[in-house]
């Protein structure tokens, strides 16, 4: 096999393929040697395990998840890569990899179907553009996985592990915190890229679980203040929601009269638990 970490190597599959790299799909493939180890086994790649990963790359990523799991199901958008993966991944039998755009693929469907008996997981060095998109599509699509274990930007990866009530928070670590909790493993500095990024990168984990999701009484009007608090999170609640969702001020003082906080309170000092109590009681007035 292959040393897809090695440069010189790359450059011969680039040079081989006339591959170039794509700006607009955020192409920067690990050169790093001891990020996809990692990934892999931080992720649930092992014995007994069926591993979706989103984009390839070369297949770095996706030859150590086949090192480990029983079997490992690539999405890759870009038809470019696979004559270039039958190369990189011909010492391995259990890849499948499906030319296709993840956010137009049934993915609750694909995961039941490729890895029946399995037990699931997700890992994904995603490009920087989508990375909420995907994010938010794999918890919607409330797929039957143990994790969810992706590569984002540092930035992003601390607001989406954040914790809720703190001015690092937004509505994506809301949204995120609904249907799971997630944990940064590790950085990643720009340097283990090629081409190199310009900024640093961190390995996110989100494990699947319903604490929040059995506090919250109604999931739409739950969103809706998190959306709708969130995109004005300088004014107060009173202010932004009564705007934007059409509550009075009085209703919504009465709200937190009797929750015991103060009426001048941001939408961002408040905690999961508060959010999902606050939607709660809004309910009756919508």
Same mark, same amino acid.
């Given at each position: 096999?292959?040393?897809?970490?090695?440069?010189?190597?790359?450059?011969?599959?680039?040079?081989?393929?006339?591959?170039?790299?794509?700006?607009?799909?955020? @192409?920067?493939?690990?050169?790093? #040697?001891?990020?996809?180890?990692?990934?892999?086994?931080?992720?649930?790649?092992?014995?007994?395990?069926?591993?979706?990963?989103?984009?390839?790359?070369?297949?770095?990523?996706?030859?150590?998840?086949?090192?480990?799991?029983?079997?490992?199901?690539?999405?890759?958008?870009?038809?470019?890569?696979?004559?270039?993966?039958?190369?990189?991944?011909?010492?391995?039998?259990?890849?499948?990899?499906?030319?296709?755009?993840?956010?137009?693929?049934?993915?609750?469907?694909?995961?039941?179907?490729?890895?029946?008996?399995?037990?699931?997981?997700?890992?994904?060095?995603? #490009?920087?553009?989508?990375?909420?998109?995907?994010?938010?599509?794999?918890?919607?699509?409330?797929?039957?996985?143990?994790?969810?274990?992706?590569?984002? @930007?540092?930035?992003?990866?601390?607001?989406?592990?954040?914790?809720?009530?703190?001015?690092?928070?937004?509505?994506?670590?809301?949204?995120?915190?609904?249907?799971?909790?997630?944990?940064?493993?590790?950085?990643?500095?720009?340097?283990?890229?090629? #081409?190199? #990024?310009?900024?640093?990168?961190?390995?996110? @984990?989100?494990?699947?679980?319903?604490?929040?999701?059995?506090?919250?009484?109604?999931?739409?009007?739950?969103?809706?203040?998190?959306?709708?608090?969130?995109? @004005?999170?300088?004014?107060?609640?009173?202010?932004?929601?009564?705007?934007?969702?059409?509550?009075?001020?009085?209703?919504?003082?009465?709200?937190?009269?009797?929750?015991?906080?103060?009426?001048?309170?941001?939408?961002?000092?408040?905690?999961?638990?508060?959010?999902?109590?606050?939607?709660?009681?809004?309910?009756?007035?919508?």
């Amino acid at each position: 096999m292959k040393n897809l970490t090695n440069i010189n190597i790359i450059k011969e599959l680039l040079e081989k393929y006339g591959f170039k790299f794509s700006k607009s799909l955020g @192409q920067n493939f690990l050169i790093n #040697p001891s990020v996809c180890p990692k990934i892999a086994e931080l992720g649930k790649a092992e014995e007994g395990y069926g591993i979706l990963e989103i984009g390839t790359g070369f297949g770095t990523l996706t030859a150590e998840l086949a090192k480990r799991a029983d079997k490992v199901t690539a999405v890759e958008i870009d038809s470019r890569l696979l004559p270039v993966l039958e190369e990189t991944l011909s010492d391995f039998n259990n890849i499948n990899v499906i030319n296709d755009d993840i956010m137009k693929v049934n993915i609750k469907e694909l995961i039941d179907r490729e890895f029946s008996g399995m037990k699931k997981a997700v890992c994904a060095n995603l #490009p920087y553009y989508i990375t909420s998109p995907v994010i938010m599509y794999l918890l919607e699509s409330e797929i039957d996985v143990d994790a969810i274990t992706v590569m984002v @930007q540092k930035e992003a990866a601390q607001r989406l592990c954040a914790e809720v009530g703190t001015r690092e928070a937004g509505a994506i670590t809301a949204a995120v915190r609904y249907y799971g909790e997630a944990e940064m493993l590790f950085q990643v500095s720009r340097g283990s890229f090629m #081409p190199a #990024p310009n900024v640093d990168s961190a390995v996110i @984990q989100i494990r699947p679980a319903d604490t929040i999701k059995q506090l919250v009484e109604d999931k739409d009007i739950f969103f809706k203040v998190i959306k709708s608090g969130f995109s @004005q999170r300088r004014k107060t609640m009173a202010n932004s929601l009564s705007s934007l969702l059409g509550v009075s001020k009085e209703n919504l003082y009465n709200i937190f009269d009797e929750m015991g906080i103060t009426r001048t309170v941001r939408i961002e000092q408040l905690s999961i638990e508060q959010l999902a109590e606050f939607s709660n009681i809004l309910k009756s007035l919508m």
